[in-house]
């Protein structure tokens, strides 16, 4: 069983700055890319950041030059440094990961979700 755990949400006014992490545990064999979506009130979950095994990233352009995402191999976590937060930024954060449990078997996998809040 995988399970992926996000910390490090919460509130903070705007300017400030925070630090996701999230977390795979389990029957891991590998993992592949790993992501950072968000979803705001009423509106569509979307794509924030993106990182492969590798380290590639890609970044919606809304928060091009303010976060950073970057991953840890040897602790299979993977991290979003957010900066200038702004009220707009406020959603609920959830990790996305491609996980291999064997060789020959991966699937993807959601995080609960950690609330970020950023006040005017």
């Known amino acids: 069983q995988v399970q992926l755990v996000e910390s490090g949400g919460g509130l903070v006014q705007a300017g400030g700055s925070l630090r996701l992490s999230c977390a795979a545990s389990?029957?891991?064999?590998?993992?592949?890319?790993m992501s950072w979506y968000r979803q705001a009130p009423g509106k569509q979950r979307e794509l924030v950041a993106a990182?492969?095994?590798?380290?590639?990233?890609n970044y919606a352009d809304s928060v091009k030059g303010r976060f950073t995402i970057s991953r840890d191999n040897a602790k299979n976590t993977v991290y979003l440094q957010m900066v200038t937060l702004n009220p707009e930024d406020t959603a609920v954060y959830y990790c996305?990961?491609?996980?291999?449990?064997?060789?020959?078997?991966?699937?993807?996998?959601w995080g609960q979700g950690t609330q970020v809040t950023v006040s005017s």
């Open positions: 389990g029957s891991i064999f590998g993992v592949n890319a």
């Open positions: 996305f990961a491609d996980i291999w449990a064997t060789m020959r078997l991966h699937n993807y996998y």
């Open positions: 990182i492969s095994s590798g380290g590639s990233t």
